[in-house]
T-cell receptor, first 110, second 114 residues
């Protein structure tokens, strides 16, 4: 019952920025956009989240459109270690669960 | 120090057996979860506990019984294991979601039922 749509896969070159799109056209006013990633054989790892303003941390930047119906996760300088499945999740703070979709398999190539 | 630790990492067992997976978090979080990742790689919530109380039970068969002896532990006991239970099970924790939205996941337990 994921509320987001992501491309199934994408490639990017090492050292370049990786822009990962996510559509969430049915997002509610109180729902946040979260991004997690899962590197092979590891547990999911939190990346970033936001409500309506753009956000940046040491890992990535999150750009949310003004109508909040889509967002883009930006990995500024992709490395081989960024190869993973990236999940865009929409939810509310006190929902007590994260609903993961299929995600985008990102492959960073040397 | 590992924030969320699960044991065992691998578990191979026969159909019909009963097994447990243990989870501990040392982050002082109030909320803990169990997720199942099947062969198609979809991560699905199974249970959520907040302050040792069950909050979410996502139509999981009652062969699965979570137990939270204290806020730092959420163990998963599975009775009468079936082939379809084979999957990777992830434990996670977060501070009360009204205060903090970052969830920390363990490394997973790969359960194989033969």
């Amino acid at each position: 019952d994921a509320k987001t749509t992501q491309p199934p896969s994408m490639d990017c070159a090492e050292g370049r920025a990786a822009n990962l799109p996510c559509n969430h056209s049915t997002i509610s006013g109180n729902e946040y956009v979260y991004w997690y990633r899962q590197i092979h054989s590891q547990g999911p790892q939190y990346i970033i989240h936001g409500l309506k303003n753009n956000e940046t941390n040491e890992m990535a930047s999150l750009i949310i459109t003004e109508d909040r119906k889509s967002s883009t996760l930006i990995l500024p300088h992709a490395t081989l270690r960024d190869t993973a499945v990236y999940y865009c999740i929409v939810g509310v703070l006190n929902d007590y669960k994260l609903s993961f979709g299929a995600g985008t398999t990102v492959t960073v190539r040397a | 120090d590992t924030a969320v630790s699960q044991t065992p990492k691998y578990l191979v067992t026969q159909m019909g057996n009963d097994k447990s997976i243990k989870c501990e978090q040392n982050l002082g979080h109030d909320t803990m979860y169990w997720y199942k990742q099947d062969s198609k790689k979809f991560l699905k919530i199974m249970f959520s506990y907040n302050n040792k109380e069950l909050i979410i039970n996502e139509t999981v068969p009652n062969r699965f019984s979570p137990k939270s002896p204290d806020k730092a532990h959420l163990n998963l006991h599975i009775n009468s294991l079936e082939l379809g239970d084979s999957a990777v099970y992830f434990c996670a924790s977060s501070q009360d979601l009204q205060k903090n939205t970052e969830a920390f996941f363990g490394q997973g337990t790969r359960l194989t039922v033969v």
